[in-house]
Structures are given as C-alpha cells and as structure tokens.
C-alpha cells in the first residue's frame, strides 16, 4: 500500500442508486448480508481477484485493497431513487430474484432505503406509471432537486464521499446532437429552457452527481454520459465517469468468445443472438424506443472485435443480429441463444450453439459494487472524464468519438486494461505479460 499516493478511503462512501429494481435491490442485499458474514460476493474482481505487480524475484499477486486504498463494504451506505415508492425490502420481494431466506436477515436495513422522488419522464419509458415523481419541474429544476438530494443525504448520514450508479430503466433511444450535447453551455441553456426532447431525465442525474463532486455510472445502455457536454462537466469537476450498459450475459460471452474466432482468423457469416426474459427490465425493453437504445449498445460488441476493414476475407458483411423478447414466466432468469454461423478453410460453413441460462440481476449485482468502488478509488486518484480502465465491466464502454478513439470491446484486452491501472494508482509499472 505504501507506494500509492492514491488519497485514502476514509470515512463513509454514500452509494445513491437511481432505480431501486431487481438488479440494485440484489445489489443491495448482497453487500449488506456479506457485511454479516451470511454471503460470499462471488463474481466480484475488487473482492476476489489478484493482479501480479513486479517482476523476477519481486513477482507477488495482490488483491485490489493491498495495491490501492479501497473503500469497504462496511464504509458502504445505500440511499436510492425510484419511481414507485416500494422500500428496497419489497422491491427485492418482488423482483424475486433472491429468495425471502437471504434477504429477511437484513431486512431492517433493507426497508430503511425508502426511495426519494424520481427525476422522470414517461415519455422515456413509457411502461412505467409509478407516482413517486418529482411533479412539475423543468429539467433544470429537477437538477436543482437532485442537487439538494444527494447534499442532504451527505449531511444526514454523515457521508464523506458519493458515488451515483444508474441501475434504472433504459430510456428511448436519444441521439447526439451537436447543437444540444457538443458543449457544456449549450447543454446547461436546453435544461434551462426544458428541452425535453434532447434532454433526458438520465441527464439530470448525471449533471447534479457531477456537480455534487460525485462520479457518475451509467449501468444502462442510455447516451447520457457518452456525450461531449457531460466530458466537459467531468474535467471542470475533476469527477470520473463511466459507462455504458453492465456487461453482464450475453455481451461478457460474446466478447469472451469472439477472440476465439479472431484469434484463429476463421470466418464470421452471421452471429444471431436472442434472449426471453421476464422481469420488469423486459417489460420495458418490449417497447421498441427502449429496445432501440439497448439494440445499439449490443451490436457495438462484435464490430471492434472483428474488424471487417482489417480481414476483408473474414469479415466482411457478417450478419449480426440482436433480439429481446419479454417472456414473464422467466421472471429474472434470463436465456440465451447465441447462432453463430463461421467458415474455415476454403469456405466451409460450420456452426456453433451457446445457450447461456444466467440469472440477470446475479451477473449485474458484483459489476455494481466493481465499478462503484473503482469509480471512487479513480476520484481519489484524481483521474477524471471517461475511465476506460472499466471497459472490462461494460457492454458498450465509453470512448471520445470526437478524437477518433475506438472503443475496446475485446475482453482480456479490457482485463490488461483494468490491471494495468490498479498497477499504476498502486505505483507499480503498467505491463502486458501474461499471467
Ligand atoms: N441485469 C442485467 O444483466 C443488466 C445488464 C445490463 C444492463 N442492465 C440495465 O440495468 C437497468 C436495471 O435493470 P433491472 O433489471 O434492475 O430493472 P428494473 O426494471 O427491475 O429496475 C429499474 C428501476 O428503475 C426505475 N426507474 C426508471 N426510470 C427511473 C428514473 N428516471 N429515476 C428513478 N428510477 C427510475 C424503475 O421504476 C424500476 O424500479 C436496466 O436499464 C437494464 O437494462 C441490466
């Protein structure tokens, strides 16, 4: 620890979740009975993975919090935004994707997370009619109300940092514009003057937690931060953010598998994914705007992986194809089929079959708790804008478009990544052996 000069993790890490959903109530949950010893946070790399720091005879594996001053999950204190006023106790209840056994035991601590009013739209998702809403208020009075939010919240609970993870609905699908998202001003003038249009709710949260000097996660497949205005807010604030879309299922295999096919320079014809689920986050993907968002962010995947441009004869006019179908009798545990249709020597076609049977909220939970605690160990290092270190827990990772940068889709690429900067922050040399 000593060679970091990482500022250290002292006091309380207020952890405010917009949505208060399967997938952060089996976040929640988690943290707090690991904390009493009755779970095992399985899945998650800040808890349980080791990175090699030095060489030769120096050579030793550290986990994350013996290279750098890590927050701990004790030091954790949740606090929540939703749209229906369910506490995190019932909302855990009725997601269920845990059972009442391994949530009753911190049931108190669960029930006293009561959501606080949520800056929405219905137009962004429109299956959604809860009425704990903010009533009334233009964009940048939701801003405002945010604001005063995560400042009381700081101040009840004694809090000594924030972090603000998106683990809300996707919203409709809000295209760059230039004109509204290319600055930091123009963007403050379209919420002064209520721009619904350009400006999403998502926004709101986004500007008031970077301002508030929190980062900002953005777990959804929304573009909320992946525009030049909120980079802009990011610097002028010190602040890192990063996003977008917890790489949880289908993508981690995707990426995991597409290097097998690249590495070994087969052909690619088709890659056809589709997926039934059943929870409230199918529900909303069922409508076409919302599944348009999540459309982009999955497709993103393959084409920084196998690069048509650079193997013409392999890749060129691959078919890749993305389906959600919203099926409730599989409630949170998701399926997946992935058709993958390549050609090896001289052409000939084969296939291969995954079917990936995965618990949505069970994959998403630990990349909660990753990339909050490494959001606020880069704010303590100072790093600030994009953090593409956390490209390795996201679907669709951030990179600034605007300089031609490509994003990383390639996992043990994203892992070197990763590694690479728990080794700086920890004041180690960044290197890319194998191990
Ligand atoms: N579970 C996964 O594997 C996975 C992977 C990638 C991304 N995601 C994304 O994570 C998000 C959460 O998923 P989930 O399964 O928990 O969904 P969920 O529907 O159970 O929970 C989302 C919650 O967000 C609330 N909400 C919507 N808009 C809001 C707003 N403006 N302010 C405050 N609250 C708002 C909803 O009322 C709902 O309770 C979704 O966007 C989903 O696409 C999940």
Redesign the pocket.
Known sequence: MSKSNVKPAQGKLGVMV?????????FMTGVLMTRKGLAKPVGSMTQYDKIRVSDGKETKYLKYDEIVPMAKLDDIVFA?????P?NAYE?AIN?EVLKEKDINPVKEELEAIK?LK????HN??KR?D?DN?MVGKTRWEMVEQLREDIRNFKKEKGVDRIVVL??????VYVPVDEKVHGSLAALEAAMKADDKEHVA??MC?AYAALTEGAPFIM????TTVDIPAMWELSEKTGMPIAGK?????Q?LVKSGFAPIIGTRCLGLSGWFSTNILG???????DEPANFRT?EVSKLSTLESILVPEEQPDLYTNYFHKVRINYYPPRN?N?EGWDNIDIFGWMGYPMQIKINFL?R??I??AP?CLDLVLLSDLAARAGRHGIQRFLSFFL?SPMHDYTKGEVPVNHLFQQYVMLKNAIREMGGYEADEKID
Do not use: H, M, Q
């Open positions: 917009v949505g208060l959903g399967a997938v952060s109530t089996t929540s935004w939703d749209v229906y369910a909302s997601a959501p949520a800056a929405f739209d962004y998702a959604l809860g809403i998106w683990a809300a609905s996707t919203e709710p998502s949260y777990g959804a497949p929304n879309d917890f790489k949880t299922g993508t929870n409230r986050d199918g529900l909303v993907l999540k949170d998701k995965c949505d909220s994959l998403a990349l679907k």
